[in-house]
């Protein structure tokens, strides 16, 4: 592509002869951003008059234009250790994920810690995690700790148990089997705590780069006392602020509302655990699992809840909670309306608190939602990856209730606000992934249109912060653009029982790419944050 550019941190900017996804002009072609922000759109011929008067025209060549993307849901640094470390998601057998073990330790003789990410023996043939005897003998001895996909249990060395004192008395420990709970949330802060600062900072621009390169502005970051550490999120923080990249917006999953404050975070939320996850036994149900004898593991309570919306609310920031079982989100939605009782409804909406994964709903939590103001912040990758008649979910809970997960038609007709993210490094930031994973819902039922999908994780991250004036190509938004190489735009849905809008031109609906399963996704020429480029493979 064509281009006369001027580097200059406040430079007027011209794009032209592309598609803009804008609901100011569904036909536009043309936009020119000022300081920062959208200042025009339209069209070509009206392009002409600003021409001259820019510091910047980028010729677009055919190439579309929309917000970028914001992911939701984010752990920063664990995303970066996966994309520069020891990932083990595309591993397809036990014996595979050995393999890479022996030779990612073999390779980094100098490291004081081995971290790794992904295995899920759900999908392996021999249907279970590697041992720690094994583990101890493919490391030579070293500490290592290695995340189940979904990062709520995990198996480590006994090199690293070393470094715990006390962690056989810890609940979670099961000698022999992966470690959850406290147990698990130890290991975790001691391998963490191994890392060097280098380290740390060296994973967190990796994620941020990989994000630029899909067309993400913006990234919640999800850290917490048993996520992280308070140096890894403070330092990610100062990261942001420092280098160009998408923003980082920081929840911090703590009890103690005014540490959160201190910590620079806008909301004591994010993965503030209500439950664990289905993959791991964890999450919180109200019937038994079809695959074990319990029902899971509850963290907080209605009470706990309602004290801590009442504290957040009054303290101007707002709650969260990762609730992914029926009977954990029955908890959480409890404990918000506790708090409505004692605050006022207004007050508790407008604070637009937020549930995180909020995967097995009934629809009287979701009318809940929607009563209370509340936020689903959810990732459509889980049902691509887990859902399904023979997925892991039929698995955890039967057919019968694995079907019900992820209802995002039915959160949308009831007014529920979503937010998409991935979750990474759950599952890969993949934006246009995640769109195509909800309009492309296992569940017929539950899928939505692309349009919906794409608000979701554009204009709806931005919602879930409180931001009302971003996340679409108006004037006087902030200037958050990617420029796609995409193919023919159309108006979407999966099937008829989602609305389309009117592929009549005439209605004015900005189109988007084709996402139908099989086909290619939009390749990421260009990524813009607040004006500044991020990203850049235009002349690639």
């Known amino acids: 592509m064509s281009e006369t550019r001027i580097d200059s941190a406040h430079r007027t900017v011209l794009l032209r002869g592309g598609e803009v996804h804008s609901p100011a002009d569904p036909f536009a072609t043309a936009m020119v951003v000022e300081r920062g922000h959208v200042a025009w759109v339209g069209s070509e011929g009206a392009a002409d008059a600003f021409a001259s008067g820019v510091d910047e025209v980028v010729d677009l060549e055919g190439a579309l234009v929309t917000p970028a993307f914001v992911d939701a849901h984010v752990h920063t640094t664990a995303t970066g250790l996966a994309l520069t470390g020891l990932d083990l998601s595309s591993a397809a057998s036990l014996t595979e994920a050995a393999e890479l073990i022996r030779r990612y330790a073999a390779a980094r003789p100098a490291d004081r810690i081995l971290i790794g990410h992904g295995w899920d023996a759900a999908r392996w043939p021999e249907r279970r995690a590697p041992r720690r005897d094994e583990l101890d003998e493919l490391t030579g001895g070293r500490p290592l700790y290695l995340t189940r996909i979904d990062v709520h249990s995990a198996v480590v060395t006994t090199a690293l148990l070393d470094l715990v004192p006390g962690i056989r008395e810890l609940t979670g420990f099961r000698d022999g089997e992966p470690l959850t709970a406290d147990a698990h949330h130890a290991v975790r802060a001691a391998a963490y705590a191994a890392l ?3 380290q740390r900072t ?11 390169s899909l067309g993400i502005g913006t990234l919640h970051e999800c850290g917490g ?26 929840y911090w999953a703590d009890l103690d509302v005014e540490r959160a404050r201190a910590l620079g975070a806008v909301g004591a939320a994010g993965d503030l655990f209500a439950d664990g996850s289905l993959g791991s036994h964890t999450a919180c149900l109200h019937e038994t699992y079809a695959d074990a004898a319990h029902t899971g593991v509850s963290h907080l309570d209605a009470a706990t809840v309602a004290a801590h919306v009442v504290a957040a609310t009054e303290a101007g920031l707002q709650a969260g909670f990762h609730a992914i079982g029926d009977a954990a989100v029955t908890a959480v939605v409890d404990g918000v309306r506790a708090a409505s009782e004692k605050l006022g409804l207004a007050r508790i909406r407008a604070a637009r608190h937020r549930v995180e994964h909020a995967e097995m709903l009934t629809p009287e939590t979701i009318a809940a939602f929607a009563e209370l103001g509340l936020t689903a912040s959810v990732q459509p990758a ?33 007014g529920v606000p979503l937010a998409f993210g991935s979750d990474s490094p759950v599952t890969p930031l993949d934006p246009w992934g995640t769109v195509r994973a909800a309009a492309f819902h296992r569940t017929p039922e539950h899928r939505i249109s692309v349009r919906a999908a794409f608000t979701a994780h554009t204009r709806g991250g931005w919602r879930a912060v409180g931001r009302d004036d971003a996340g679409t190509l108006v004037p006087g938004a902030p200037a958050d653009y990617a420029v796609w190489r995409a193919e023919e735009l ?24 084709d996402l139908t399963p099989g086909g290619d996704l939009p390749v990421c020429l260009r990524t813009v944050v607040f004006g500044q480029t991020v990203f850049d493979r235009l002349n690639g």
């Open 202 to 212: 060296e994973a967190q621009r990796a994620a941020r780069r990989h994000a630029a």
């Open 382 to 414: 889980f049902d691509a990856a887990w859902g399904g008649e023979d997925g892991m979910y039929t698995d955890r809970l039967g057919a019968e209730r694995a079907r019900t997960l992820n209802p995002y038609a039915a959160l949308l007709r009831a």
């Open 490 to 513: 159309v108006v979407q849905a999966p099937d008829d029982r989602v609305a389309r809008w009117s592929t009549d031109p005439r209605s004015g609906t900005p189109g988007l790419p």
């Open 225 to 250: 006392p048993e996520i992280s550490s308070e140096g890894d999120f403070t330092g990610l923080l100062d990261l942001a602020r420092e280098e160009a990249g998408p923003r980082v917006v920081g």
């Open 196 to 198: 060097s600062p280098q």
